[in-house]
């Protein structure tokens, strides 16, 4: 199959969104299928083959942050071209409200088009104002993904319709040997956490909180706690002692977060909220540690009800000290969520995920029917092509 | 000219323009309704095709492959991509499937030999195709009737001679040894 795939935001700084893009592009071409990727990318020698860059991406404020999008007569043009040129079967676009490339690949093209919804947020003006202004565009879209079952019940609530769930993808194999960092866990037990430490919602003051009556109960434990933000504050807390065993790694360069994941006899996720899926629980259960999380509905869906790893009352630190300490005097209990998790992990492998986005494409698909590009934009090519009565059907 | 003329030029230019907009979005909105109504008969055929290739399996019990292999024709010689008839059909296929492979331990077996597994792979995933392009159909039937609704589209007879389109409304069952 010809797959054109639109990611909206800039190719250089990674992100969710186009890393969701590169992974789902790589697994469709180890697959066999044909495809290009089109993305704003200001760096045009570093790009994988596969993608076709619109140039630099203007910073605009959107969503209450800085976006890196492609926008204007030159990027609409170029989108144009693209898809001229592509003869795909199936174009693919992603988070197609953003104010880039997507919105313009839907004006441009028509056939069989299929959106990916990623974004879950609750109160975008923006999204609302934008859904009528981009009605046109959208109404072209067949198959409407969702990314988790926040984004599917943004989408019910701000455009309307349905979407079929497909989570991220994890890329497995980048975990499943992942190596300890020297020295970790050693002789000692540890426990991990990656998130942001100074931001409340990922929790880490709930471990921190926990902390002691772990220690108590394992004495030669040890914390790591790695990535981007300070967490002295939330570490004040501790006495001296405890306080020393804690290390403070900061931010983690994507291809050391197997390393990390793997130093822990046990990985910890005290996230209080705002998850809709926890990517991240599975990379540690892909790299084999043990996995305690609160029990928030998008966790307990990962751990699959408690089969391939542990849920502790959400926000209670007594709770999760004991399910902690229980953990880390128990090897066989240890040995069982490694191999479940395992499992589990690889159900959500990138070639598992791949292989129900193909899905998606297949039920659109009619054999003939290709992407084009489309002139009903202008009232010119609109007028010229009239309108499609039950006699004309030909396909 | 008085201005009074210009207005009502500009009136009657703007009304066009969006009597043609209008026009145009219910035109792309009847074209992917039949593209993705013939996606799901394309997935249906399908799923005809395995059912009967699974029935002529060597070694499958005579009465599976009598349940199988009538259903599977049933639908297969219907011309029709959308009539009473093919619901009717191909929900008897449906049925037929939920009832005969329903118990795990049955299907392993039948797994045993190893193109009827091949088939039950396919059979599993057809199903689920078939359940997302009925989906994907009646999305696009919900926002085509959206529009059509309008009374301007109405007075203006905007959609032509087209049919308001109508949802297939098909029973999408997956059998149970099947899902996932």
New interface residues.
């Given amino acids: 199959m010809r797959i054109g795939i639109v990611c909206p935001y800039s190719w250089d700084i990674p992100g969710g969104v186009s890393a969701h893009v590169a992974d789902l592009a790589e697994a469709l071409i180890r697959m066999g299928h044909h495809v290009s990727v089109l993305a704003p990318a200001e760096f045009d020698e570093l790009l994988p083959d596969y993608v076709v860059s619109t140039g630099k991406p203007r910073a605009v404020k959107y969503n209450g942050s800085v976006a890196r999008l492609s926008f204007g007569p030159i990027a609409a043009r170029k989108v144009s071209k693209w898809i001229e040129e592509g003869e795909f079967d199936v174009l693919h676009v992603h988070e197609p409200l953003a104010p880039s490339l997507s919105v313009l690949a839907c004006w441009a093209a028509k056939g069989p088009i299929v959106a990916t919804w990623h974004s879950s947020m609750d109160k975008s003006r923006m999204m609302l104002t934008l859904s009528k202004l981009a009605q046109t565009a959208m109404e072209k879209v067949s198959a409407r993904i969702a990314v988790s079952e926040a984004a599917r019940a943004t989408l019910i609530r701000h455009v309307g319709g349905d979407a079929v769930v497909i989570p991220n993808g994890v890329d497995v194999s980048a975990f499943t040997n992942a190596k300890p960092m020297f020295g970790w866990p050693g002789a000692n037990q540890s426990i991990v956490f990656l998130g942001r430490g100074d931001e409340p919602r990922k929790g880490l003051s709930v471990l921190v909180e926990a902390y002691p009556e772990i220690r108590r109960n394992h004495p030669n434990v040890r914390l790591l706690i790695a990535g981007p933000g300070e967490p002295a504050d939330t570490l004040k807390s501790l006495s001296r002692e405890d306080r020393a065993s804690v290390t403070v790694l900061g931010m983690v360069a994507p291809q050391d977060k197997s390393s990390v994941l793997a130093s822990g006899t046990v990985y910890v996720a005290p996230n209080t909220g705002g998850e809709s899926f926890g990517i991240v629980l599975l990379e540690a259960m892909a790299s084999g540690t043990p996995v305690v999380a609160s029990d928030l509905e998008a966790f307990v869906r990962v751990l699959d009800n408690g089969r391939a790893g542990v849920a502790f009352e959400n926000e209670n630190s007594t709770d999760l000290a004991k399910v902690v300490s229980d953990l880390l005097s128990d090897p066989a209990r240890r040995a069982e969520l490694t191999e479940q998790g395992r499992l589990r992990a690889a159900e959500f492998d990138w070639s598992v995920v791949a292989n129900r986005i193909v899905d998606v494409y297949e039920s659109i698909r009619v054999p003939g029917v290709t992407v084009e590009p489309d002139l009903a934009g202008q009232m010119i090519g609109r007028l010229g092509r009239g309108r499609i009565t039950p006699e004309m059907r030909s396909d | 000219m008085n201005s009074q003329s210009i207005f009502l030029i500009a009136a009657i230019a703007l009304a066009v323009?969006y009597l043609?907009?209008q026009?145009?979005?219910?035109?792309?909105?009847?074209?992917?309704i039949?593209?993705?109504e013939?996606?799901?008969h394309?997935?249906l055929v399908r799923r005809g095709g395995i059912v009967a290739e699974l029935a002529a399996v060597p070694g499958i019990d005579p009465a599976l492959s009598v349940l199988w292999g009538q259903a599977a024709h049933e639908a297969l010689i219907l011309q029709e991509v959308a009539s009473p008839e093919r619901t009717q059909v191909e929900d008897e296929l449906t049925s037929i499937l939920v009832m005969t492979l329903d118990e795990p331990e049955e299907v392993n077996e039948i797994r045993s030999n190893a193109h009827a597994s091949v088939l039950l792979d396919e059979l599993a995933?057809v199903c689920?195709?078939?359940k997302?392009?009925q989906?994907?159909h009646t999305?696009?039937v919900?926002?085509c009737l959206e529009i059509r609704e309008q009374f301007l589209v109405r007075i203006f007879r905007l959609a032509?001679?087209?049919?308001p389109p109508v949802p297939v409304d098909l029973d999408v069952q997956i059998p149970p040894a099947l899902a996932n």
């Fill in positions: 323009w043609s907009h026009a145009g979005r219910l035109d792309r909105l009847h074209h992917r039949e593209v993705t013939l996606a799901l394309g997935q995933q689920d195709r078939i997302m392009s989906q994907f999305d696009a919900r926002d032509g001679r087209a049919k």
